[in-house]
Every structure is written in C-alpha cells, then in structure tokens.
T-cell receptor, first 115, second 112 residues
C-alpha cells in the first residue's frame, strides 16, 4: 500500500467493552510503533516491535493494554475492559530500519471514544 | 528523563510573516531531533530532522538548527503561507530511535 493504514478510523465503546485496533504498516517496514494521543497533546509512546518481536512495551499504561504483531507485518492493539480515560487517538507508525535516523511514517489514527 | 517542551499555541500570523516556534529538550544521551507536521485531517508527517549538534534540518522553506548549548531546536520560516496552517510537533529520539518523545504541539493559523 501507499502508506500506513489503520482501522477502524473511529470506534465508540461502552465502558467495560474490549476493543481491537488494527495497523497495516508499509510493506517491508521492520519497525512498528504504537502511540496514544490525548486531545490537545502530543503522541505518547506505547510500544515498539521489531518484526514480530515486541522489544519495548514500557509505555503501555496498564495490563489492560496488549499489542501483537505475530507475523511481523499487521499489528493489533487490544484494550480490555475499556475505561473513559482510554479515550484518545491511537497512532501507528512504521519505519524501514531499526536504527540510524529512519523516518517514522504515521497512519491516520483510530479515534477511540469510551462512553 | 527525556522530554520536549514547545511553545503553546495557537500562533496566528498573517501570510508572509516570519515564523518561530520554540522547542527545548531534555535528554540523557545524544538525541536526534525532529519536527513533525499534522495538516488538518491528515496523519503526522516528518518535516525535518537533525541528528547531531549544529546540524540544520530544512524542508519546504522551514529550518531548525540543533543547538546543544541551549538544548533547543526552534522551527523557523521566513515567509509563511496559508497552506502552512497545521499543528507542529517537536520530537526527540535517543540511542537507537526506538522511542520518540513528542512535545504537546503548536497550532499555527495563517490568515490571508
């Protein structure tokens, strides 16, 4: 594809529901990142994958958040038992390399609203 | 810890005015510095970057110089256009670029 795609673009969930957010990175990109962006704020790092390996999950806010990238391409961010404070835009980004200044390419994001 | 602080917006300018958006950083190592831009309805895009002290990143008429002595990476443009209206994010990454730290963003409105 031409860029990073994310689905759904918008998700409304009732408090307590589980949600799954999908990211399709640019083909061939080794690195994949998830960020959370609250309204009026910059993106905050959640987790990082190098191929299928989750090398850094230090930004995940609680054990309700889980991410996977089983085949080293598509990734899913899952949030269990959603809470109102989970409402945010979730951004996915991919990059070609693992180091050395490779640009991150961002998807359009999934706006999650928890009622 | 590592962090980025950028000036709050919104910044409103007339077309052809000079733009400065301030960005300062705190980093435990030797960061690379970036400016990303988010146009209305679109995803974040890399605008420019600098990977070491005294480097100048430039793109589309925008410039920023990596100043280690003042821990700054201010974004400048000599003559803004209406099409530059967007939200601008300063960011840093340390070591192997596996984690980015973003500022809170500065919204720029350019009026004709």
């Amino acid at each position: 594809g031409a860029g990073v795609s994310q689905s759904p673009r918008y998700k409304v969930a009732k408090r307590g529901q589980d949600v799954a957010l999908r990211c399709d990175p640019i083909s061939g990109h080794v690195s994949l990142f998830w960020y959370q962006q609250a309204l009026g704020q910059g993106p905050e790092f959640l987790t990082y994958f190098q191929n299928e390996a989750q090398l850094d999950k230090s930004g995940l806010p609680s054990d309700r958040f889980f991410a996977e990238r089983p085949e080293g391409s598509v990734s899913t961010l899952k949030i269990q038992r959603t809470q109102q404070e989970d409402s945010a835009v979730y951004l996915c980004a991919s990059s070609l390399g693992v180091a050395g200044g490779h640009e991150q390419f961002f998807g359009p994001g999934t706006r999650l609203t928890v009622l | 810890g590592d962090s980025v602080t950028q000036m709050e917006g919104p910044v409103t300018l007339s077309e052809e005015a000079f733009l400065t958006i301030n960005c300062t950083y705190t980093a435990t190592g030797y960061p690379s510095l970036f400016w990303y831009v988010q146009y209305p309805g679109e995803g974040l895009q890399l605008l420019l970057k600098a990977t070491k002290a005294d480097d100048k990143g430039s793109n589309k008429g925008f410039e920023a110089t990596y100043r280690k002595e003042t821990t700054s990476f201010h974004l400048e443009k000599g003559s803004v256009q209406v099409s530059d209206s967007a939200v601008y994010f300063c960011a840093l990454s340390v070591y192997n670029f596996n984690k980015f730290y973003f500022g809170s963003g500065t919204k720029l409105n350019v009026k004709p």
